[in-house]
């Protein structure tokens, strides 16, 4: 199962509203955004939900992590408490 695990994203806004996120921090770590390679609306097929979906590069890992309706970041995490 997957769930939704809430992060706190450091991102700037251009002056036309296009938000680019620069670093996460996940579980108390914080990863630096390499690169943004895609971002488009999209849902959340693991967790559920809607909102943008930023293709992203950190390190050599490609990851998603999304900004949803409610203006929050969280990225599709395995639940491992089952």
């Not at 997957?2 to 680019?20: H, L």
């Not at 670093?23 to 990863?31: D, I, P, V, W």
């Amino acid at each position: 199962m997957t769930v939704r695990t809430y992060v706190q994203v450091i991102a700037t806004f251009n002056k036309e509203g296009v938000i680019t996120p620069h670093a996460l921090t996940f579980h108390g770590k914080q990863y630096i955004i390499d690169r943004v390679l895609d971002r488009r609306a999209a849902a959340a097929s693991k967790a559920g939900g809607q909102g943008i979906r930023y293709t992203v590069r950190i390190g050599e890992k490609q990851t998603y992590i999304f900004l949803d309706e409610k203006q929050r970041w969280f990225v599709e995490e395995k639940d491992s408490v089952r």
